[in-house]
């Protein structure tokens, strides 16, 4: 599942959800403003670290 990583203009408070179908608001747990989804680091980082399969690599068999 998609991680996101929330980030809290009003007291800086960072947190990383699990994003759901319809979670564009996340209300930060510290001060109870909303927060603003920053770029899913999570889920490029995963992406980089899953090994590609198909990928035509091997040239010489
Ligand atoms: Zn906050």
Redesign the pocket.
């Known amino acids: 599942m998609p991680a996101y990583e929330y980030t ?1 203009h ?4 960072r947190e990383v959800r699990i994003a759901g179908i319809d979670d564009h608001t996340v209300v ?1 747990s ?4 909303p ?1 603003v989804r920053e770029v899913d680091v999570a889920t490029v980082l995963a992406s980089y670290a899953r090994p590609k399969s198909g990928a035509p690599k091997r040239t010489d068999s």
């Open positions: 809290c009003s007291c800086q408070a930060c510290a001060c109870g403003q927060m």
